[in-house]
């Protein structure tokens, strides 16, 4: 058994508490781990004892780390088991975490899918195509993949792309124009046939004419 001797607070940016047994400094926690399980000098302590708030230490400093980074904005799966993983957390407690984060319905990636495709369709419409593959990158399954991209209309998209970018092109030269929304519209994944009838329309639409 060892006793806690004293119990001092730490000095990183994360509350930590220094945990000294019998005398000298043996092992810092999180602050919220050390109040929870009711820490306190005089207290004893054996091996398994030890252990236990260690792996609960790590559990909590794990679960935290995935919520910082979902603070941004919602993540996959993926991407917070690879974020875990660069942080150095093990297999056991990314695991841990996040099943603790799925019951408390903050990690789910059919509703990762809808928001990023979503998202996109709001502010930068893109083809099918290429919504499909940010989605793989993301580290989705396929199935969730097809399920929540299986109503989105090229041509739709297509012609919401072109509309912002036509407002700064001119109508008076039809070649220039072609050239610049077409590779706009490229870059945002669309085939040649939805390019092509995309930009007749947008031109059409924006009195274009050969002066």
């Not at 993540?75 to 297999?91: M, N, V």
């Not at 077409?182 to 870059?187: A, I, S």
Request: with cysteine; hydrophobic share 35%.
């Amino acid at each position: 058994m060892s006793k806690i001797t004293r119990l001092t607070a730490g000095k990183s940016r994360e509350k930590r508490v220094n945990v000294h047994l019998d005398g000298k400094y043996a092992f810092s926690l999180l602050a919220e781990v050390a109040l929870k399980e009711g820490l306190r000098v005089g207290q004893e302590l054996s091996d398994e004892q030890l252990e236990t708030l260690t792996g609960v230490d790590r559990h909590q400093r794990c679960l935290n780390a995935a919520i910082r980074y979902l603070g941004y904005r919602p993540r996959s799966e993926a991407e917070i088991r690879q974020r875990l993983k660069k942080h150095g957390f093990d297999s056991a407690s990314t695991d841990k975490a996040l099943a603790r984060l799925k019951e408390q319905e903050l990690v789910d990636d059919t509703a990762f899918a809808r928001f990023w495709k979503d998202n996109r369709e709001s502010f930068s419409p893109r083809s099918r195509r290429l919504t499909k593959l940010e989605l793989q990158r993301k580290g989705l399954d396929n199935d969730i993949i097809e399920q929540v991209i299986s109503d989105v209309d090229d041509s739709d998209s297509a012609y919401r792309a072109a509309l912002s970018k036509a407002r700064r092109l001119s109508p008076s030269d039809y070649q220039v124009f072609r050239r610049r929304l077409g590779e706009h519209l490229g870059r945002r994944g669309f085939g040649y046939d939805v390019i092509n009838e995309t930009v007749a329309r947008v031109w059409k639409e924006h009195g274009g004419v050969t002066k």
